[in-house]
Structures are given as structure tokens and as C-alpha cells.
């Protein structure tokens, strides 16, 4: 099975604070992403890559950015937390060739910022 | 611009009863869509597709119509059980962009003995 892996399932953090999101996925997937999830609007996607040091801008890009060192790898940064930032963070993988929206989610990552 | 809704936040049923969870879609040039299922504490996972050259697509006791006429998206679930029980997202892939899709707010199903 595919496995894609949250370090952090929850963190508070205090407005100011830069905040690391890690992901990894043990399947050699080339895509990776990054969505928060918040009640009433689904899904939004942050960020994606599709390969090593690639990335593209999603729908709400602002305020973050990410790492893409390795294909395993994928991190989230918050360089300066603020509390319209607390929210739920998923983190997907998707292998190039397989169905367009199969994608394999992690677990979450719950951030609070106070 | 493009938009997934839900006609139901939540929808309640009967353990053994069928359930329809239904989605609209605003964007008439999406060509893929996607159910997820995420159960409490867990992260989405995938149901079923369907491209849009199709009407529709059957799965194990889930099956996903679409009406592209009225840009409208079902999921039937068959003699639905309390592990069914979970928010059910709908998601359309937009017409720009890799893989890029959006996701609708999602409906909560209770499934009651």
C-alpha cells in the first residue's frame, strides 16, 4: 500500500512563528501536494510538484512556500505564522500515468497558531 | 469561474437503505471526476472516477452518474453500512493546469442502525 506520512499530526504555534510541514511518501511518486482543509470549503490546493526542485503555485499560494529536495520529500513552510493559517494541512502524492485525480493523502497535519 | 457544491451538508440514512450524495459543478469543460471518501481523523481517499465521455461508472455497491446537461454528479452507495459513514467530497479536474482539481465542500453521511 501507499503510504504517504505526516510527521506532525497537530502543532500550536504563536503569530510570528515559521512553521515546517513535512511529507513523505514511500511509493517513488514524481507528484506531490499540498491542500489545506477547512470546514464548509474543502480542499485548496497550496502547492504541487512534479518533480524534484519543481513547483507550481495552486490556488492560495500566499503566505507559504515549499521544498522539494528529494522525490520523497515534500515540505510545507509558513515563514511567518499567522492565525488565518490555523487549519488542517493535507499532504497527496500521484504517480505520472495513473488516473489524474487518484491521488494518495496523508493523515493531516492540524495547526493551531494563537 | 469554476465552483464544486453540494446540494447537502448531511445526510442522514439507514443502515441497509441506498444513499445519494449529489454534487453541481459549474465548470461545463471539466473532463475527469472524482469521488473521496475521508473518514474521521484520516486523510481522503479515492472511490471511483468518471470521465466526462461517460454517463455512468459502476463500482463495488457505489456507483457515480453524470448529467452533463445539468452539470450535476451522484454518488450511490448500495445497502449502505456504519463503515460508510464518513464526508464524501466530490472533485472536478479544472480545464487549465495538471492535475489541478477542486473540490467541493464535501456532505457528511450518518448511517444509523
Known amino acids: 500500500d501507499v503510504k504517504v506520512t505526516q510527521s506532525s499530526r497537530y502543532l500550536v504555534k504563536r503569530t510570528g512563528e515559521k512553521v515546517f510541514l513535512e511529507c513523505v511518501q514511500d511509493m517513488d511518486h514524481e507528484n506531490m501536494f499540498w491542500y489545506r482543509q477547512d470546514p464548509g470549503l474543502g480542499l485548496r490546493l497550496i502547492y504541487f510538484?512534479?518533480?524534484?526542485?519543481?513547483?507550481e503555485k495552486g490556488d492560495i499560494p500566499e503566505g507559504y512556500s515549499v521544498s522539494r529536495e528529494k522525490k520523497e520529500r515534500f515540505s510545507l513552510i509558513l515563514e511567518s505564522a499567522s492565525t488565518n493559517q490555523t487549519s488542517m494541512y493535507l499532504c497527496?502524492?500521484?504517480?505520472?500515468?495513473?488516473?489524474?485525480?487518484?491521488?494518495?493523502f496523508g493523515e493531516g497535519s492540524r495547526l493551531t497558531v494563537l | 469561474g469554476e465552483s464544486v457544491g453540494l446540494h447537502l451538508p448531511t445526510l442522514s440514512v439507514q443502515e441497509g437503505d441506498n444513499s445519494i450524495i449529489n454534487c453541481a459543478y459549474s465548470?461545463?469543460?471539466?473532463?475527469?471526476f472524482i469521488w473521496y471518501k475521508q473518514e474521521s481523523g484520516k486523510g481522503p481517499q479515492f472511490i471511483i472516477d468518471i470521465r466526462s465521455n461517460m454517463d455512468k461508472r459502476q463500482g463495488q455497491r457505489v456507483t457515480v452518474l453524470l448529467n452533463k446537461t445539468v452539470k450535476h454528479l451522484s454518488l450511490q452507495i448500495a445497502a449502505t453500512q456504519p463503515g460508510d459513514s464518513a464526508v464524501y467530497f466530490c472533485a472536478e479536474r479544472s480545464s487549465g493546469g495538471y492535475n489541478k482539481l477542486i473540490f467541493g465542500a464535501g456532505t457528511r453521511l450518518a448511517v444509523h442502525p
Open positions: 465548470n461545463s469543460a471539466s473532463d475527469y
Open positions: 497527496a502524492s500521484h504517480p505520472s500515468g495513473r488516473a489524474a485525480g487518484e491521488l494518495f
Open positions: 510538484s512534479y518533480d524534484v526542485k519543481m513547483k
